[in-house]
């Protein structure tokens, strides 16, 4: 069964430190991986997107990393602002699939 | 918010009722999307249509009725639904299905009495 899990299921941090998301998929077989960046009340935003290939793409202060070998990927998001505050989703679609297998996110506080 | 709009954002409805939410995308885009955001759940795909078609139900009950008049609207036809189908209901769109950039729309917040 195609499964994605995301830990910490939620973070609260200090205005301007870093921290990074994980994100562990048994998807196969593996065609992408997303970030979604979601605020409360609105819906998600696609941060990055990676496909097999890829190990680094970066965001701005979002940069995300994958290796397909473990089916790990983290989301490091550097300096946070109080902007960053927001779940953050992983999304891994198999191949040729329409329906894609979402984490259940991670809830990110940034306090000032 | 301009790219891809959903109207009503909030909606409370008793389980006789019949109610519909709208979708429309200001993006060019050919396929559309409903997914179903419950508290403490993952996302779930409901319908995909492309190029006003079908092209997935991901086993969603029947008290749930799509409709893609074309490729700009999609609707969500709701009826005799029950409590548990309370959750945000989020429309999303994309230039193509399977790799593109999916733009997604506010949502619905629909509450099931």
């Known amino acids: 069964k195609n499964q994605v899990e995301q830990s910490p299921q939620s973070l609260i941090i200090l205005e301007g430190k870093n921290c990074t998301l994980q994100c562990n998929y048994t998807v196969s077989p593996f065609s992408n991986l997303r970030w979604y960046k979601q605020d409360t009340g609105r819906g998600p935003v696609s941060l990055t997107i990676m496909t097999f290939s890829e190990n680094t793409k970066s965001n701005g202060r979002y940069t995300a990393t994958l290796d397909a070998d473990t089916k790990q990927s983290s989301l490091h998001i550097t300096a946070s602002q109080l902007s960053d505050s927001a779940s953050y989703i992983c999304v891994v679609r198999s191949g040729g699939s329409y329906i894609p297998t979402f984490g259940r996110g991670t809830s990110l506080i940034v306090h000032p | ?113």
């Open chain 2, 1 to 113: 918010e301009t790219g891809v709009t959903q109207t009503p954002r909030h909606l409370v409805m008793g389980m006789t009722n019949k109610k519909s939410l709208k979708c429309e995308q200001h993006l060019g885009h050919n396929a559309m999307y409903w997914y179903k955001q419950s508290a403490k759940k993952p996302l779930e795909l409901m319908f995909v249509y492309n190029f006003k078609e079908q092209t997935e139900n991901n086993s969603v009950p029947s008290r749930f009725s799509p409709e893609c008049p074309n490729s700009s609207h999609l609707f969500l036809h709701l009826h005799t639904l029950q409590p548990e189908d309370s959750a945000l209901y989020l429309c999303a769109s994309s230039q193509g299905t399977v790799t593109d950039t999916q733009y997604f729309g506010p949502g619905t917040r629909l509450t099931v009495l």
